[in-house]
Structure formats: C-alpha cells, structure tokens
C-alpha cells in the first residue's frame, strides 16, 4: 500500500495546463500517512495521483452530506441527505441547484447530451430536471421507494426513463404515440426482491436483483437471459452493485466481491428463428471473463485496459473502519498497483457511502464520500520525474532524458541541474560501485568540463582515480590543463611509475604543461628520504627525457 499526495483540484487544472513543474495553487500539495508499516516509503512508483475538489463542494459538505453522484464529461451531479440536487463544474463550482426530494437522492442520472438529470429517492418519487430552462422538473411518483434510476441516452426526443423501486418493480416510463402523447408506465419486471442498480447505455437496460444481474433490450421490447449471482457471494444488499459500459454491446459488472466481462450478441440464423418463433429476443448474454476478489467492491471504473477498484472494508464490531484503497487490476485479478486512500473520517465510513465514478476514455476518477469529492489522475511525465528524483532513481532519471526527447530543463524538478548524471555518478560511487561508475563516467559526464573536473577530484578523494584514469577525455571535452597536471602528480605521489609512464605516452603534450610536471618530478626527488624513492623517480625522470 502507498500514500498518495492529494492536492486540490484548482492545483491539478494548473498543472495540466502547464505540462511543467509539480503541481501548484493557493494550497500546498501534501502527503499523508496511513499510519500503517507497510504504507510508508514504498519503492513502487504510483500510477495515479490525488487531489481534493474544493470550491463549491467545501461549502455544501459544511451543511449538507453528499448520498450520491452522477458524471458527465461536462460536469457532475451530486445528490444529498437532504434531498437536494447540485449541478457542478468539473472543478466543483455550482452550476445549479434543485431541491426535489424529501428524502436522501438515492441514485443520478443524466442524459447523453447532459440536458437532464433524473433523481430518485425514498420519498417514492422521480424528479428531472431540466439544466438549460427555467422550468419546474417534471416528477413522477410510485406507491414504493426509488432505489435507482436511469434515463434514456436520448432522453430530450423520446422522454423515457427506468427505475427500480424497493418492492421489486422495474417500471419502464415512456410517451404515448400517434395522436395521443400520453405517459404509460410499463413494469418490465418484477419478482426477485428490490432493483438495487440500473445503467440504460445505448439499446439495453441492465440491472441487478436480488438473483442476478438482468438486461432487457428497448427496440426489441424484451428479456435477454440473466446472469446469476454466484453463490456464496455477500448478500445483495450489503455492497452496490456497480455497471461500467465499455462499448454498446459489452459492460463489466461488479458486485460484492465478484467481476464479470459480459457481451450481448446476436444469435445465429437457426437460433434467431427459434427466438422469433418463440417470442424471445434475438440476442443473448456472454460471459467472457470472470473473477472474484479476496475484498469486498465498492465502485467500479475502467483505466485503459486495467480495473480501477474501490474497495472499502465493513467495520469489525468495536473498531473503527479500515482505511479505503484504489486498486488496479487486471482483467485476469493480477494486482497492477494499490492505494491507501487519504479520506477524510474514513473511520465512520461504511461501504454504503464511497462512490466511484469515471466517464469512458476520461482520465478522471471521482471518489465520493459523504463530506467530500477525492479525484485520483493518472500520473503524468512530470509526476515520473518528480517521483524518481524524490526517490532517488537516479539511473532511471537519466535514462528518462537519455535520449534528447525529453529535456530535463522543461521540468521545474530539474531545470536547475546543470549535470542530472552528476546525481547517478555521485550515487554510484557512495555506494562504493567504483566498476560501475567508471563504466559510466563517459555516459553521464559527457562533455561537460565541469562535472568531468568535479569527477576527477572525487575519484581521488575515494582512491579510485586510477580506475578513472583511462576514461578521462584528452578532447571533446579538452579539460583545463591544471586538471591533467592534478591527475599526474596524483600518479607520482602514489609512485605509480607504470601508469604515469603510460598516460604521459598516449596524452598529447598539448594537454598539459610539461614543465610544470618535470619540475614536480625534480621536487619529489629532493623530498625523498628513501633510496628506493629516489629511484622510482630518478627512473621517472630519466625515461620522460628519453619519450621526449
């Protein structure tokens, strides 16, 4: 498990706007901790980050409690305890407001082209709303509470909208046709105990009952057949179910702790006629893939071909609820990453209150509890940067600029580092990789003058500068001669005569000044105490005058 740095969302629109730098506004980023040993520093670079959304949401948690949301990818819609409706921008500026229940909102539900929004509630009644007129919303009322809600994609031409209410019915409501433009309620189904959820994508309305998860075809006006839910999995009404459409003919659905991949396809000719013949539809339901979790599901989102799950556990009687997480999985329940989430009160939290909700091919994540509004973002090239330097990666740090596509003084954690290798190079050699270092002195070094002088002279503190020694650059870069001279006279005070003798061979005299050395050499000699000294350098200076 990971912290996760959560920054408001005013911060996270600047910095995607930007493309440069850590993210940035009136607050400062920060990190929480979980408290937990295994979520402290962890070595696995996230793949998604977290802001608040502040803004209006601030304002209406301090009187009211969000019960629900619904998202569209021009704004979302929260639903409260207190019955009301709140249309916000997608940074959690109010739009616009209705009051339309008596009782907490219990589901949302908005149109394709984000005109209406339809709420349901205990109150046994449905309201929608229209977002651009003035004009009252249009209720509906039922003898039973709505438990959810879903209206048509297309709902400004066709006025049509289904619900699940809390004693079994799901309750079809649509226009009349020709001369007569009444409104007919239809009960499609009933039966198998309360409508828990409902999604209406495209041609299909599917739901979930006590039993299973239900489809029913529009233009066709019929069932397809069901799927069950698999035994000993929670009871139906201890977590959400959740739908996630990825195409018109496919969705994921999750349902306490089992997945489901399910495709709706067209039978063959033979089987066609057979459905016709028998009054059935002439499609049927596919489970592709299936898994269950070791955890309980509390919302259901899809990040690029990975599950995004939310998953909050139920309290232990006499303790506090354990802290939520995000987890990435894929479609075979292989772990791709997991969050510790930082909620604020997740300890008086039951799975009942978190939502998770994310619009097909949006990188936005909308986590939702009673008091507020958590956005978790995939994160981008500056997060990577910013995370390996923070981490000290610094070999993947330089692999990431490695190869001239990126340049690290676009990133505000780098654009002051004259030498990003210099870090790798330095963190090499404290941990004592001295073969490493010297195989990547060039690399990392390049032809900067200045880190290839720093470098030199660390290599000599640590005592390793004759591993460096053959590395050194004689041009492209041609380094200050007092730099060749420091090199040599390293050599003759450590009496090194095979090496000395060897560079002062391949060097170009050019490079360095010979007097300067000659004289150091004349000045050793003097200094030493020693015969065998005397010579070591006697012997120095008597083959440099041959070389010569």
Same mark, same amino acid.
């Given at each position: 498990?990971? $912290? ?19 993210? #940035? $506004? ?11 040993? +295994? ?5 696995? +670079? ?31 819609? /929260? ?10 921008? /997608? #940074? ?17 539900? /908005? ?27 249009? +209720? ?23 619900? !699940? ?57 019929? #069932? ?53 013949? #028998? ?9 592709? $893939? ?68 994310? /619009? ?43 190869? !001239? ?11 002051? &580092? ?44 640590? !005592? ?79 083959? &440099?005058?041959?070389?010569?």
């Amino acid at each position: 498990k990971k $912290s996760s740095g959560l920054m408001d969302e005013d911060e996270a629109k600047q910095s995607t706007e930007s493309g440069t730098g850590s993210q #940035s $506004s009136a607050e400062e980023v920060y990190s929480y901790e979980t408290g937990d040993s +295994e979520s402290e520093s962890s070595s696995e +670079e996230p793949k998604l980050k977290y802001f608040r959304v502040t803004a209006s949401v601030t304002e209406l948690t301090k009187r009211d409690t969000i019960s629900c949301i619904s998202l569209h990818e021009k704004f979302i819609v /929260v639903g409260t305890y207190s019955g009301s409706v709140h249309v916000m921008d /997608v #940074s959690g500026n109010e739009i616009r407001s209705f009051q339309n229940h008596s009782a907490p909102v219990k589901c949302l539900s /908005v149109d394709a082209r984000g005109e209406f929004v339809a709420s349901c509630s205990d109150d046994e009644k449905v309201a929608i709303s229209s977002l651009y007129s003035e004009a009252a919303p249009q +209720e509906y009322h039922f003898n039973s509470p709505v438990k959810c809600v879903a209206i048509d994609p297309d709902f400004a031409k066709t006025q049509r909208f289904a619900c !699940g209410l809390h004693s079994g019915s799901l309750v079809f409501h649509k226009k009349g046709t020709l001369m007569f433009w009444v409104e007919k309620q239809e009960i499609i189904h009933c039966g198998d105990g309360p409508i828990h959820a409902i999604s209406w994508h495209d041609d299909f309305i599917v739901f979930a009952t006590d039993l299973g998860i239900k489809i029913y075809c529009v233009s066709q006006q019929k #069932s397809l057949p069901y799927i069950d839910r698999p035994q000993h999995s929670p009871h139906p009404q201890e977590f959400r179910c959740h739908f996630f459409w990825e195409s018109p003919n496919q969705f994921i659905v999750a349902w306490g702790n089992f997945v489901k991949v399910v495709e709706i396809h067209e039978l063959n000719v033979s089987e066609k006629e057979r459905a016709l013949a #028998s009054g059935l539809s002439t499609k049927t339901v596919v489970v592709m $893939s299936q898994f269950s979790t070791e955890f309980p599901i509390s919302g259901l989102a899809l990040y690029e071909d990975v599950l995004v799950l939310l998953v909050c556990y139920e309290h232990e009687r006499g303790k506090p609820a354990q802290r939520p997480e995000l987890h990435l999985v894929t479609r075979t329940n292989e772990e791709v990453s997991t969050d510790g989430l930082g909620i604020t009160n997740f300890e008086n939290f039951v799975p009942h209150d978190y939502h998770l909700c994310n /619009v097909l091919h949006d990188s936005m994540y909308y986590i939702v509890t009673p008091g507020e509004i958590v956005v978790a973002q995939p994160c981008t090239k500056v997060d990577h940067v910013t995370w390996l330097l923070t981490h000290q990666k610094y070999e993947a740090l330089v692999e990431f600029f490695e190869d !001239g596509k990126e340049d690290s003084r676009d990133y505000t954690a780098t654009k002051h &580092m004259e030498n990003i290798g210099d870090l790798f190079m330095n963190q090499m050699l404290a941990n004592k990789e001295y073969e490493k270092a010297v195989e990547n002195s060039r690399r990392l070094y390049k032809r900067n003058v200045k880190s290839w002088e720093n470098g030199i002279y660390l290599f000599a503190r640590l !005592g390793q500068l004759e591993l460096l020694i053959p590395h050194i650059p004689t041009s492209n870069p041609t380094l200050p001669s007092a730099v060749y001279e420091f090199v040599l006279k390293h050599l003759l005070d450590n009496k090194n005569s095979e090496v000395f003798l060897n560079i002062t061979t391949v060097w170009p005299q050019t490079i360095y000044n010979d007097e300067t050395i000659t004289s150091y050499i004349a000045l050793k000699l003097t200094e030493c105490t020693e015969p065998e000294d005397s010579k070591v350098y006697a012997s120095i200076m008597a083959k &440099m005058h041959i070389g010569r």
